[in-house]
């Protein structure tokens, strides 16, 4: 349960407004400082039964579960039973994808890393039996190659579902139950789970999403489990404390009581740029998202499901970490103020985004145009010297198909933009340039790859 910070009401406050602005029904949030773990709960688990949300209540964490999955696969090579950097068709002869070449070079630290090139969104539902990740990687040859592997950043849910095929292949079992052997039940997590069944026993919030698009309204969002395709990239149910306790963990020496579980040099591998991220962070680096906060290293991840938005945030340095829980789609707005928040009160470091600058209209107006995406496009315009992005999007998990509300987006390099306002101010954007010609290649929007097709 949770213990009372020293400035209980500065929390409370910066909670509160932000769950006040953003409409958001329940949050929780837990603090790691000077060894401690203190956690809090806010608002309600329901808005249909308005029971209150407790400091222990369950949420789905979505991405962050990749980092988990990260931390698997390091243990396993520690184990000598996979290596980084050889070929993934190695440890699994009968993978097939659309590029041969990709096929015989993809390694781990490719799809850890989101530089494999696979289309990264595919949420098919194989059914909840053993075999449901087997019969997911299977169809792979059906992914469109976007780029070559190595060749450029793109955030890709399906590489992790390679990785997690290539766990339960090594291994001989399931994924779900080599997490647990491997990482869960080393770390002492009692409350992470995979599936629905095990998490209804405990405390549990039901997520929430918008109405409308925009729409401050919320309904309980019905369609709760991921397929268990999924759930090496977003599967995990768990509590702020349980995400405190991994933190701890990987700000750590790589012991848990005093038992060694990983190096302390595969953990500072993992915390070490493999690649520069586009516009989603500075850096990534083995299942991590790095950035800089007034010039302090933040190792952060994300995630994001079906009416859930949580964040992880770790600043190795000041041994301090941050686990914000949401169940609202409209979180990541609410958990993007209070980290702010709780970097500039506990730490002194406050974050401010890059001021934007004025480029020349004939430069903006060559990211004009119509790009394609995975699940649904968007159209850029030019609108008073910043660029307007109107999109329509279809739900990879209920196939509902949406248009959202405008977002501008003002310059902050020759090919990098920043949301100016709303919901997803502080959200940055690039243009990938063609290899010939002046029109953009790709659009980068929300780690994803979008394709240029008209004016």
Same mark, same amino acid.
């Given at each position: 349960m949770s213990t009372e910070l020293q400035h209980p009401d500065s929390l409370h406050q910066a909670v509160q407004a932000a769950m006040e602005r953003w409409s958001v029904p329940g949050i929780t949030v837990g603090i790691l400082?000077?060894?401690?773990?203190?956690?809090?709960?806010?608002?309600?688990?329901?808005? =249909?039964?308005?029971? !209150? *949300?407790? +400091? @222990?209540s369950l949420l789905q964490i979505g991405s962050i579960s990749k980092v988990f999955t990260a931390t698997l696969i390091m243990r396993l090579v520690e184990a000598g039973k996979l290596d980084l950097d050889?070929?993934?068709?190695?440890?699994?002869? =009968?993978?097939?994808?659309?590029?041969?070449?990709?096929?015989?070079?993809?390694?781990?630290?490719?799809?850890?890393?989101?530089?494999?090139?696979?289309?990264?969104d595919r949420f098919t539902d194989y059914g909840i039996g053993d075999d449901a990740l087997a019969k997911c990687v299977a169809e792979f040859h059906t992914l469109r190659q976007y780029t070559a592997p190595g060749e450029l950043w793109s955030y890709c849910n399906s590489g992790f579902y390679l990785a997690g095929r290539v766990v339960e292949k090594v291994l001989g079992t399931t994924f779900e139950a080599a997490m647990k052997e491997w990482v869960f039940d080393p770390l002492g997590l009692d409350r992470a789970f995979f599936f629905?069944?095990? #998490?209804?026993?405990? !405390?549990?919030?039901?997520?929430?999403? =918008?109405?409308?698009?925009? $729409?401050?309204? /919320?309904?309980?969002?019905?369609?709760?489990?991921? !397929?268990?395709?999924?759930?090496? #990239?977003?599967?995990? *149910?768990s509590n702020v404390e349980n995400l405190l306790k991994f933190a701890r963990f990987h700000l750590g020496d790589g012991t848990v009581d005093g038992?060694?579980?990983?190096?302390?040099?595969?953990?500072?591998?993992?915390? /070490?740029?493999?690649?520069?991220?586009?516009?989603?962070? =500075?850096?990534?680096?083995?299942?991590?998202?790095? $950035?800089?906060?007034?010039?302090?290293r933040v190792v952060s991840h994300g995630g994001s499901t079906n009416g859930f938005q949580a964040q992880l945030a770790?600043? +190795?340095?000041?041994?301090? #970490?941050?686990?914000?829980?949401?169940? $609202? @789609?409209?979180?990541?707005? #609410?958990? %993007? @103020?209070?980290?702010?928040?709780?970097?500039a009160h506990y730490l002194g470091l406050k974050e401010a985004d890059p001021e934007p600058i004025s480029l020349p209209e004939e430069a903006l107006a060559r990211f004009a145009g119509t790009y394609k995406q995975q699940h649904g496009h968007t159209t850029i315009t030019v609108v008073d010297g910043k660029l307007r992005a109107e999109t329509v999007v279809r739900s990879v998990l209920t196939g509902e198909e949406r248009t959202m509300p405008p977002i501008d987006m003002a310059p902050i390099g020759e090919r990098e933009f920043i949301v100016v306002d709303g919901q997803y101010k502080g959200m940055r954007v690039d243009f990938i340039p063609?290899?010939?010609?002046?029109? +953009?290649?790709?659009? %980068?929007?929300?780690?994803?790859?979008? @394709?240029?097709?008209?004016?």
């Open positions: 400082r000077d060894g401690q773990i203190e956690t809090f709960g806010y608002g309600v688990a329901s808005l =249909e039964t308005a029971y !209150p *949300i407790r +400091p @222990d050889t070929p993934v068709i190695t440890y699994l002869p =009968e993978l097939r994808l659309a590029d041969a070449t990709a096929q015989q070079t993809i390694t781990l630290r490719h799809l850890l890393a989101h530089t494999s090139g696979l289309e990264g629905a069944h095990e #998490a209804i026993v405990y !405390p549990v919030s039901v997520g929430h999403t =918008e109405v409308e698009p925009g $729409s401050s309204q /919320q309904q309980v969002a019905r369609l709760y489990p991921l !397929p268990r395709c999924v759930n090496a #990239a977003g599967g995990i *149910i038992t060694p579980v990983l190096s302390r040099a595969s953990l500072e591998q993992m915390q /070490q740029p493999q690649t520069a991220a586009g516009n989603f962070a =500075e850096a990534y680096g083995i299942g991590w998202a790095l $950035s800089t906060v007034a010039g302090v770790l600043v +190795p340095e000041r041994q301090f #970490a941050i686990a914000i829980l949401t169940n $609202s @789609d409209r979180g990541a707005a #609410a958990h %993007r @103020d209070i980290q702010r928040w709780a970097l063609a290899a010939t010609g002046d029109k +953009p290649r790709f659009l %980068r929007f929300g780690g994803r790859l979008g @394709d240029y097709v008209e004016q």
